[in-house]
């Protein structure tokens, strides 16, 4: 089992920035894959952007050159660095890890809102 706790979400306005965290706890050595997955009201949970053990990452075309991922293996972390931030991220953001074995886990969730 893999617990996952995520910090940074609030509300900012439009072009700030905001820094999410997730850190995770438990049977941390499985860790493959870690991210950041995001769910606006009525719309489906979409990929935001995830980092491979070794640093590699992808993102989501519509957060490309705004969204910076990155993760801290030491620490069991994963940052999320959101720069330039529109209406459209509003969403609750999730933090997700694939282990090894092929399971996901997800976190509780964090909102973020940028006004207009």
């Known amino acids: 089992q893999v617990q996952l706790v995520e910090t940074g979400g609030g509300l900012v306005q439009t072009g700030e920035s905001l820094r999410l965290s997730c850190a995770a706890s438990?049977?941390?050595?499985?860790?493959?894959?870690m991210g950041w997955y995001r769910q606006a009201p009525g719309k489906p949970r979409e990929l935001v952007a995830t980092?491979?053990?070794?640093?590699?990452?992808n993102y989501a075309d519509s957060v490309k050159g705004r969204f910076t991922g990155s993760r801290d293996n030491a620490k069991n972390t994963v940052y999320l660095q959101m720069n330039s931030l529109k209406p459209e991220d509003t969403a609750v953001y999730y933090c997700?890890?694939?282990?090894?074995?092929?399971?996901?886990?997800w976190g509780q969730g964090t909102q973020v809102t940028v006004s207009s």
């Open positions: 997700n890890v694939l282990t090894h074995w092929g399971t996901y886990y």
């Open positions: 980092i491979s053990t070794g640093g590699t990452t």
């Open positions: 438990g049977s941390v050595s499985s860790i493959n894959v």
